[in-house]
């Protein structure tokens, strides 16, 4: 509980360990665009990967929902355009479900994503 994930402007993300005030990882998303804007953790344990969800622009102009597997750190699957080309406005994962849920502002939509065992990149559930 005394970890939290920074999204920072230049594309980087640290996981911080607030009680030792320590940096215990950090990933670089800024060759894929923009700053990050939004940071959700899955508590799921049945697919058997800890991830971490950022949410940044795209070099084309899209939006794309990066997923970090925090054990092997490194990218585990990226969802490009979740929205259809509207801007991602937050995601949060459901408690211990393999489930991620999206909304957007611009296209006043909310999207579930269903984690399928076997498959890196969530479909569409709702």
């Known amino acids: 509980m005394d970890v939290v994930a920074l999204g920072f402007e230049d594309g980087n993300i640290a996981l911080v360990n607030l009680l030792y005030a320590e940096v215990l990882l950090r990933f670089s998303q800024s060759q894929d665009g923009g700053p990050i804007r939004s940071l959700a953790f899955s508590s799921d344990t049945t697919m058997g990967v800890s991830l971490l969800a950022s949410i940044t622009e795209s ?20 969802l490009k355009n979740p929205h259809s080309g509207k801007q991602v406005s937050d995601i949060q994962f459901m408690s211990n479900e393999p489930v991620l849920i999206s909304s957007s502002a611009d296209g006043n939509s909310i999207k579930m994503w269903l984690f399928e065992k076997g498959l890196a990149v969530p479909r569409l559930l709702r």
């Not at 070099?59 to 990226?78: A, M, P």
């Open 59 to 78: 070099k084309d102009g899209g939006e794309n929902v990066v997923f970090w597997d925090l054990n092997q750190k490194k990218i585990y699957s990226t």
